[in-house]
């Protein structure tokens, strides 16, 4: 019998052709993200993993809205009265699948920010692999707006991709700013007219479900791992991170690789893939 699909309530997910389309689903409230919402996101991503319709997640959101980040209302007023333990699980839910899961994430992600991106919101966008959006969405860090600063651990996030100087710009000021923005800030890869959106994503997605996925796994997961490390540290774990690839990966493709260019001519590995 085929699986349930995951989720169905603050969380929706499509599956066609190996993409999961995995939609924050709080269109009226601007797909803002309350507690109810990250302990769903916790059962679908933990559900897609080990799903074999789903070979690559992209996430967006319902309606005009990536999301709004977090939920004023639904997230902050709702946690300030429990107790520090109550609190504490509340906040783990939303670290857990804004972060950790995505950042290590067994498939590749793509964020496909659809509208509005704020606050929060920046977190899971920049722990997916990639990111595609709509030329006109708008993004803002807007904490300083209502009197906070961007926690969680958007701060931390931001400078991973964002340079210093433009990173304050925007913490200080709370301006927003539109997708082509974005790509020009080191937040997505890409900004397209909104007409384009889900076509260009699912073509990026596409282009990922052609390759060897284990390989691909082990190259996601090496890129993230070896950049907290020493140059030293780096060497040597990547050195062994290519030995343990070729252990696992069940296609053997690096044994194929060689053969079908080596041995065969059969292809070009600066021009394309080889055939799986
Ligand atoms: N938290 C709680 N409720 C929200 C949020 C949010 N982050 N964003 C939108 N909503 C709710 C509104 O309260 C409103 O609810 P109601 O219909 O029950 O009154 C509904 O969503 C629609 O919002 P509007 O403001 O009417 O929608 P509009 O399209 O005019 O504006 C916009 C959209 C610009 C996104 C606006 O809602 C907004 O500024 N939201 C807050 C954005 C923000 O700063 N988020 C927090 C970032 S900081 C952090 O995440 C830690």
Same mark, same amino acid.
């Given at each position: 019998a085929?699986?349930?699909v995951?989720?169905?309530?603050?969380?929706?997910?499509?599956?066609?052709?190996?993409?999961?389309?995995?939609?924050?689903?709080?269109?009226?409230?601007?797909?803002a993200?309350?507690?109810?919402l990250?302990?769903?996101?916790?059962?679908?991503?933990?559900?897609l *993993?080990?799903? !074999?319709?789903?070979?690559? =997640?992209? #996430?967006?959101?319902?309606? +005009? @809205?990536?999301?709004?980040?977090?939920?004023?209302?639904?997230?902050?007023?709702?946690?300030?009265?429990?107790?520090?333990?109550?609190?504490?699980?509340?906040y783990?839910?939303t670290?857990?699948?804004?972060?950790r899961?995505?950042?290590?994430?067994?498939?590749?992600?793509?964020?496909?920010?659809?509208?509005?991106?704020f606050?929060?919101a920046?977190?899971?966008?920049?722990?997916?692999?990639?990111?595609?959006?709509?030329?006109?969405?708008?993004?803002?860090?807007?904490?300083?707006?209502?009197?906070?600063?961007?926690?969680g651990?958007?701060?931390?996030?931001?400078?991973?991709?964002?340079?210093?100087?433009q990173?304050?710009?925007?913490?200080?000021?709370? *301006?927003?700013? !539109?997708?082509?923005?974005? =790509?020009? #800030?080191?937040?997505?890869? +890409? @900004?397209?007219?909104k007409?384009?959106?889900?076509?260009?994503?699912?073509?990026?997605?596409?282009t990922?479900?052609?390759?060897?996925?284990?390989?691909?796994?082990?190259?996601?997961?090496?890129?993230?791992?070896?950049?907290?490390?020493?140059?030293?540290?780096?060497?040597?774990?990547?050195?062994?991170?290519?030995?343990?690839?070729?252990?696992?990966?069940p296609?053997?493709?690096?044994e194929?690789?060689?053969?079908?260019?080596?041995?065969e001519?059969?292809?070009?590995?600066?021009?394309?893939?080889?055939?799986?």
């Amino acid at each position: 019998a085929e699986k349930p699909v995951p989720g169905g309530k603050e969380v929706l997910v499509e599956f066609e052709d190996g993409i999961a389309w995995v939609q924050l689903n709080r269109p009226a409230k601007r797909n803002a993200m309350s507690v109810g919402l990250a302990h769903e996101m916790n059962e679908v991503l933990d559900a897609l *993993e080990t799903d !074999d319709r789903c070979g690559v =997640v992209v #996430l967006t959101g319902v309606g +005009e @809205a990536f999301s709004a980040g977090m939920d004023l209302k639904d997230f902050f007023r709702a946690t300030d009265g429990l107790s520090d333990i109550e609190r504490h699980r509340a906040y783990r839910s939303t670290r857990a699948w804004q972060w950790r899961t995505l950042m290590h994430y067994a498939k590749p992600t793509i964020a496909m920010v659809n509208g509005w991106c704020f606050g929060g919101a920046f977190t899971p966008l920049i722990c997916c692999d990639l990111a595609v959006t709509d030329e006109k969405a708008v993004f803002g860090l807007s904490e300083i707006n209502w009197g906070v600063i961007p926690g969680g651990v958007v701060s931390k996030a931001i400078s991973t991709v964002m340079g210093d100087r433009q990173a304050l710009y925007y913490v200080m000021s709370g *301006e927003k700013f !539109d997708g082509a923005k974005a =790509v020009a #800030l080191g937040l997505a890869n +890409e @900004a397209v007219p909104k007409e384009q959106l889900r076509a260009r994503t699912a073509e990026i997605a596409r282009t990922l479900l052609g390759k060897n996925p284990t390989v691909l796994r082990q190259a996601r997961m090496a890129y993230k791992y070896s950049r907290e490390m020493t140059w030293e540290q780096a060497s040597e774990y990547l050195t062994a991170k290519v030995d343990q690839t070729n252990f696992v990966d069940p296609e053997r493709g690096k044994e194929q690789g060689l053969k079908q260019f080596l041995d065969e001519k059969s292809f070009r590995p600066g021009l394309g893939n080889y055939v799986r």
